[in-house]
């Protein structure tokens, strides 16, 4: 899927929760982001149903971080 657009300005730091929701398809997709973390909760059939991504060290949203730390997403 397409990363969802959650930016804040360069030079300000996201401390506070950013949170979005929308649909694609028909289902539900919310996300929050916050600091360097982005996590999102996707319905959509085929996608994964929870994604979080380290936008610091990878901006590009490409390796969901979600299977990797399972309690952190919880």
Do not use: C, M
């Amino acid at each position: 899927g397409k990363p969802l657009p959650l930016t804040a300005e360069p030079s300000t730091p996201a401390d506070r929760p950013l949170f979005l929701q929308t649909l694609r398809g028909g289902h539900d997709v919310s996300a929050v982001r916050q600091g360097k973390w982005k996590l999102i909760l996707d319905a959509t059939p085929g996608a994964p149903p929870v994604q979080r991504f380290d936008l610091e060290q990878e901006p590009g949203e490409r390796s969901n971080l979600a299977e990797q730390q399972p309690e952190v997403v919880q």
